[in-house]
């Protein structure tokens, strides 16, 4: 494919706010055969591209102000979709994997393309046109639910989070190359004409703010220990009390 995606060498790159540059690492676009490529380090993969660059930084949602004050807003490329297995309990057998995702994608809109992780799959899809960041998660928060109602695995409601970090196919994570099972999407999906096709309705909600849509918080206090409170606090965009546990291996710190 043509399509150009930025991936980043590991998931604590520093994320730029919108302030100081000093320091500040830059990462090339990639081809998508690139992407997935082998990779030396546990890399990882962005979907959205900065319009008139040929490298940008990793992005924290309060970069987007500054750069839509400039005439540079953030837009998606592409839509990554985690799809986890309970308790992300990895596959017994990775034929198990390849199985699961050739029986997804036919359900799915189409050109949808993916690949096998390590306790579940990957779905992605390149978007043309692209979408503005701060329409990002309208669009996604939906799509979530839709892949959600034609797979028995649970779809990572951080997905629809346009800042997100997605581990490539091939990354070496914990000094083995993850043996992942690709499917190249074959036709980019324009998410004006789907979203219109679905009746859903793409609007900005307020993106580059320091503030979060409180929708999915519980209505009362949840009763956790404190090493369950010290874990939801490590990973802020936890917002039910139900903190990651450390086996899981997945810590995607916003």
């Not at 990554?80 to 309970?86: A, E, G, S, V």
């Not at 990895?90 to 359900?107: C, E, I």
Request: one cysteine or more; proline letters at 10%; hydrophobic letters at 40%.
């Amino acid at each position: 494919m043509a399509r150009e995606i930025v991936v980043l060498p590991h998931l604590r790159v520093r994320g730029w706010d919108g302030g100081e540059v000093d320091d500040l690492k830059m990462y090339q676009r990639v081809s998508w055969d690139a992407f997935c490529a082998e990779q030396k380090t546990d890399a990882m993969a962005v979907g959205y591209l900065v319009p008139g660059e040929d490298q940008q930084p990793r992005l924290n949602r309060a970069a987007l102000d500054a750069l839509r004050a400039h005439g540079q807003e953030p837009e998606l490329h592409w839509a990554f979709f985690d799809l986890d297995r309970p308790g992300h309990e990895p596959w017994a057998d990775p034929s198990q994997a390849t199985v699961s995702l050739y029986t997804l994608l036919p359900s799915l809109p189409a050109g949808a393309g993916g690949y096998t992780t390590r306790a579940g799959l990957r779905i992605v899809w390149p978007l043309d046109p692209p979408l503005p960041a701060s329409l990002a998660q309208s669009f996604l928060r939906p799509m979530t639910e839709l892949i959600g109602e034609n797979t028995d695995l649970e779809v990572d409601p951080a997905s629809v989070e346009w800042t997100r970090l997605f581990r490539t196919p091939r990354a070496n994570r914990d000094g083995v190359t993850l043996p992942s099972v690709v499917q190249a999407p074959t036709t980019p999906l324009n998410p004006y004409e789907f979203a219109k096709e679905k009746g859903w309705t793409l609007s900005s909600d307020n993106q580059g703010s320091a503030t979060f849509d409180d929708a999915d918080l519980p209505d009362a206090p949840v009763d956790l220990t404190f090493d369950q409170w010290k874990a939801a606090w490590a990973h802020p965009y936890l917002k039910v009390g139900s903190p990651i546990p450390e086996e899981g291996g997945h810590h995607y710190p916003v």
